[in-house]
């Protein structure tokens, strides 16, 4: 299949000498592996700091989600994770701090471990995410921030509400200590909806744990809302097959609205273009804010890019045949 703005623009010889020639970082300066200071993100660090910083200069939305990304690859590398619940099994995996408007304000790169700063608590793995992307909020605003279950903890919400931020997670049953929650089986027997809090004081904190009853039992903790008021939500039912009106608690509707608003040497390209595709969605919904004047809707694509900024990208060249990086007859 032609697309006609790249054909007309650029020949496969153009396009593969610019990315042969594409470089972030000068090789020579590479620390090696093994050796104090070496960086896995080395080649690609000057452009992540630059999106980055970048980033950090637009006002966030009041409702805050963390999530991961993941950049597909299976090229070989030791960044690449594997995850097969996945749609991309294989690639690299990137946390992302987003608002509902899907704006990504921030994100880091995981290389295999979460570097803090020295004053921040250590609070496992997962949880540590979270509060490196944090650093990022203004405190005491009342940003509310929302993440699902792989980086939920207790003290990861204590924390956050001490620095003014307000906290809503799913959680898992075994980040629980010591919290009396009804088992599955006998939510289940209770029916549909059927809802159960649980309250307490953690280091000064009120922690509410809200278990829901839905196809299958969620369970969400935070520390700004609980379960009341009460909404419907219309689901489903096999056994009457027909639709049927069951509660909803707040803190289940609030999470659904605001939750989920991402070869061997050339790994960094992939991570290059996944990251030109977060500045052109970024553009885009500013521009939509903005309601500029003939503002067309990026499509992500080469297509898009190249007739957005490229000077003149009808200009017509004769290419008869599909051209090779050497120049090779084809016989």
């Not at 000498?17 to 050796?35: A, D, M, P, T, Y």
């Not at 919290?179 to 000064?204: F, I, T, W």
């Not at 939750?259 to 030109?276: A, E, P, Q, T």
Request: net charge positive; glycine share 4%; proline share 5%.
């Amino acid at each position: 299949m032609e697309i006609l703005a790249v054909s007309q623009t650029m020949t496969c010889n153009r396009f593969e000498e610019i990315k042969r020639f594409l470089h972030f970082s000068n090789n020579n300066e590479q620390v090696l592996f093994g050796q104090d200071g070496h960086d896995k993100l080395f080649k690609i660090r000057p452009f992540l700091d630059k999106v980055r910083e970048r980033l950090l200069r637009i006002p966030k939305e009041e409702h805050l989600a963390i999530d991961e990304q993941i950049v597909p690859t299976k090229t070989r590398s030791s960044m690449k994770q594997y995850n097969s619940k996945k749609p991309h099994k294989w690639g690299f995996k990137v946390f992302v701090l987003s608002g509902v408007s899907g704006f990504s304000y921030y994100f880091d790169f995981f290389c295999g471990t979460t570097k803090l700063e020295d004053h921040k608590p250590d609070l496992g793995a997962s949880s540590n995410v979270v509060v490196k992307l944090t650093n990022t909020i203004p405190r005491n605003k009342k940003y509310k921030l929302f993440f699902d279950n792989w980086f939920t903890s207790i003290p990861l919400l204590v924390f956050l509400t001490k620095e003014g931020i307000l906290p809503l997670g799913t959680v898992r049953m075994n980040r629980l200590p010591n919290c009396q929650l009804p088992k599955e089986n006998e939510m289940k027997k209770r029916g549909r909806g059927s809802v159960v809090e649980k309250v307490a004081k953690v280091d000064g904190i009120s922690v509410s744990v809200v278990a829901w009853y839905d196809n299958k039992l969620v369970t969400t903790v935070l520390t700004y809302v609980g379960h009341l008021p009460l909404s419907e939500v219309t689901r489903f039912d096999r056994r009457s097959k027909s639709n049927i009106v069951i509660p909803r608690p707040k803190c289940i509707e609030v999470y659904n609205s605001y939750m989920g608003g991402v070869d061997l040497l050339d790994w960094h390209m992939r991570v290059f273009f996944h990251f030109i595709d977060i500045i052109c969605v970024n553009s885009w919904i500013c521009g939509e804010e903005k309601q500029a004047q003939n503002f067309i809707c990026p499509t992500l694509n080469s297509s898009w890019v190249l007739q957005k900024f490229l000077p003149n990208p009808f200009h017509k060249e004769n290419v008869d045949v599909p051209a090779t990086l050497y120049n090779q007859s084809l016989n």
